[in-house]
């Protein structure tokens, strides 16, 4: 290997990547401006839905409304309630004219003069989600009415109310504002970057290999004095550049979206005094296991380019790459890199994952980083090697 | 053995080259030679064997036996001495779209280690003579094909090498596209470059071509001065290759 060549090689694919337009739509535009969708259009949206839901009177149709005049104007009284007249409720129910159906029993008051036990039907349509909050809704607004009646009973026969309520419950959150916002970043980051980081330099990698068969610009370049090792590393090295230059800008664009509105992330944690914080270390370590993770997925893009005839085949290729992140994304997600078992910091693409997660939570320590940082150089030490090797070979580069 | 002669001068001695892809043999035991300010022609149909001959010249392909010395280093020993003398051109230009033709040129005067103001002035000296500073900052994807064609032989001779292999430079251009390059070979051989040149057209071999190996499913069925090649046959070229080509049928 050659630094000269290699330096030549990175430097000649990195403008041809940068005036590439497909790269800049991949690498600048849709990482910066998703960011700020994702960060604060996301819970925003969730949030109106939720509130509209709550706001929204749910409209309920009463059958047998004449047999329990005093429950429906309790109903009414609630606010949450419109009552709407109908013929025939469950058609209407099943058209969506109304959210839930509620049927009162012929026994209603007689089974309430009688203290006896009668039932109240809800119907409800589980497909629709109005429905389904609106029975809930109705649940709770019965719950209550139930409760009323006791205690009218209760009071007739001279008992104290509060022997219905032995003790309130209290809760109190003793976690730090900060470290409340690290658990939802370390959550959220190492997905919405890792996947920068893995990915942004999918199309120069497909360009610096398979592209070059496309082109038929190969045959030149192989003919040319540097060794295919350095050919390779400069490329691979492109790739890495461009993955990181993605995932850095992403990191960037949601830091500042955070910035700009931290209540937008804070209201994902129910609430709205959570402080998110990135200190330098933390950013160091985070950037560290990007770029690891950058590192590999480069290699592994590379190895299935060399291979693809075509940019259309090594399109193929490489597009089921994200399911090798997910994967371990949803495999690490509900772990702290403290409770790991120490295996998942060996395997490659979870100990990236784990290595953000440990930096954003403070539960890195130097043990695991070693071995996080040391199986990761090793992988892509296989993955370059693998690159050079099939570079060296005639019957894949000249596959037909 | 045919074609071999006058040792010392020669500036390309392929030795008994072969290669198969699997059963497949694509070169078939042959040897020829060529000497500076000599055009060697390569003659034969399409899939005899004559681009995997000049890739193996090329060091892009590795041989399954047999050598060349080429320029006076051993293709198989030392194949980076090799590509040190050597020009390629194909038919596909095989160019950068998004580079322009002097960006081009500076990328592979830098991956031959030629120092960046040699480069330079070999550069301007080439889009001079090949009439190209109409368009040398022009990005090559959006140059016609004559033009694409012409940037590529700049870039086969920026390093001045001795040897160039030419692979079929002319298919796909237009008449006066592959006139110029016609021309331009015979302007090389002048200065005394030693060009293998490949083609299946008549024509334009005999109009440059000092010496044929006219190739026939890998192997070198005839081999000498285009004078050689007909007196045997006696007749015109295009004649005699299809009485070779055909009595192997």
């Known amino acids: 290997m050659n630094w000269r060549h290699i330096k030549l090689v990175f430097r000649k694919e990195m403008l041809d990547t940068l005036r590439d337009k497909r790269t800049l739509l991949g690498l600048v535009i849709l990482p910066v401006l998703l960011m700020p969708i994702l960060i604060l259009g996301m819970p925003a949206l969730m949030q109106s839905r939720m509130d509209k839901a709550g706001e929204e009177l749910t409209v309920l149709a009463v059958v047998g409304a004449e047999r329990g005049p005093e429950l429906v104007s309790w109903l009414e009284a609630t606010g949450s309630f419109t009552i709407k007249d109908s013929e025939q409720a469950e058609q209407d129910l099943a058209d969506g004219h109304v959210d839930a159906v509620l049927i009162i029993p012929e026994n209603w008051h007689t089974a309430l003069q009688l203290e006896e036990t009668t039932v109240l039907q809800v119907q409800y349509d589980?497909?629709?989600?109005?429905?389904?909050?609106?029975?809930?809704?109705?649940?709770?607004?019965?719950?209550?009415?139930?409760?009323?009646?006791?205690?009218?009973?209760?009071?007739?026969?001279?008992?104290?109310?509060?022997?219905?309520?032995?003790?309130?419950?209290?809760?109190?959150?003793?976690?730090?504002?900060?470290?409340m916002g690290s658990t939802i970043l370390s959550f959220m980051l190492p997905m919405i970057i890792g996947i920068w980081a893995a990915l942004g330099g999918m199309y120069t990698a497909i360009d610096v290999a398979a592209g070059e068969k496309e082109r038929g610009t190969l045959e030149p370049l192989l003919a040319t004095p540097p060794k295919r090792s350095s050919l390779v590393m400069g490329k691979y090295l492109a790739v890495v550049v461009t993955s990181m230059f993605s995932a850095t800008l992403s990191l960037a664009s949601l830091i500042l979206s955070m910035a700009v509105a931290p209540q937008a992330l804070a209201s994902m944690g129910a609430s709205s005094d959570i402080v998110f914080v990135l200190p330098p270390a933390t950013l160091a370590a985070f950037l560290l296991a990007s770029l690891l993770l950058a590192g590999l997925f480069s290699a592994i893009?590379?190895?299935?380019?060399?291979?693809?005839?075509?940019?259309?085949?090594?399109?193929?290729?490489?597009?089921?790459?994200?399911f090798l992140l997910v994967i371990p994304a949803f495999l690490t997600q509900f772990i702290t890199p403290a409770e790991a078992p120490f295996v998942l910091h060996l395997l490659p693409i979870a100990n990236n994952l784990l290595m953000m997660k440990g930096a954003l939570l403070g539960g890195l320590t130097t043990p695991v980083l070693l071995v996080s940082v040391g199986s990761s150089l090793l992988y892509i030490a296989?993955?370059?090697?693998?690159?050079?090797?099939?570079?060296?070979?005639?019957?894949?580069?000249f596959r037909t | 053995m045919p074609g071999t002669s006058e040792g010392d001068e020669n500036l390309i001695e392929v030795k008994r080259l072969c290669k198969s892809f699997g059963p497949l043999?694509?070169?078939?035991?042959?040897?020829?030679?060529?000497?500076?300010?000599?055009?060697?022609?390569?003659?034969?149909?399409n899939g005899a064997g004559k681009t995997t001959t000049l890739r193996m010249l090329a060091t892009i392909l590795r041989p399954t036996s047999g050598t060349a010395i080429v320029a006076g280093h051993d293709l198989?020993?030392?194949?980076h001495m090799v590509r040190r003398q050597i020009g390629v051109l194909s038919t596909e230009p095989g160019l950068y779209d998004r580079l322009t033709v002097r960006e081009m040129l500076r990328y592979y005067g830098e991956l031959h280690d030629m120092p960046l103001p040699e480069i330079s002035r070999r550069s301007e000296e080439l889009i001079e003579m090949l009439d190209m500073k109409a368009y040398a900052d022009r990005r090559t994807g959006?140059?016609?094909?004559?033009?694409?064609q012409k940037a590529a032989i700049a870039r086969a001779l920026l390093h001045d090498p001795p040897v160039l292999l030419l692979d079929e430079p002319t298919t796909g251009l237009d008449v006066v596209s592959a006139r110029t390059v016609v021309n331009f070979i015979q302007?090389?051989?002048?200065?005394?470059?030693?060009?293998?040149?490949?083609?299946?057209?008549?024509?334009?071999?005999e109009k440059v071509c000092?010496?044929?190996?006219?190739?026939?499913?890998?192997?070198?069925?005839?081999?000498g001065t285009l004078d050689e090649v007909t007196e045997t046959g006696q007749g015109e070229l295009e004649d005699i290759f299809v009485r070779l080509v055909g009595a192997q049928e």
């Open chain 2, 25 to 45: 043999k694509a070169v078939d035991d042959i040897s020829f030679s060529c000497q500076p300010g000599e055009v060697f022609g390569l003659l034969g149909e």
């Open chain 1, 301 to 322: 893009s590379i190895v299935l380019s060399v291979f693809a005839r075509s940019f259309k085949e090594a399109q193929v290729y490489l597009s089921p790459l994200s």
């Open chain 2, 187 to 205: 302007q090389l051989r002048a200065s005394g470059k030693c060009i293998v040149f490949s083609s299946h057209i008549m024509g334009e071999v």
């Open chain 2, 142 to 148: 959006k140059l016609s094909r004559g033009m694409k």
């Open chain 2, 76 to 79: 198989v020993q030392s194949p």
């Open chain 1, 126 to 179: 589980a497909a629709r989600e109005k429905s389904g909050l609106a029975a809930g809704k109705l649940q709770s607004a019965l719950d209550l009415f139930a409760t009323s009646i006791i205690k009218e009973r209760l009071a007739a026969r001279g008992f104290d109310t509060n022997f219905l309520t032995p003790f309130h419950r209290q809760l109190e959150n003793i976690a730090p504002e900060e470290k």
């Open chain 2, 210 to 223: 000092d010496r044929v190996g006219i190739v026939h499913r890998g192997r070198l069925v005839a081999c």
């Open chain 1, 382 to 397: 296989i993955g370059i090697v693998l690159t050079i090797q099939l570079f060296s070979k005639e019957q894949v580069l």
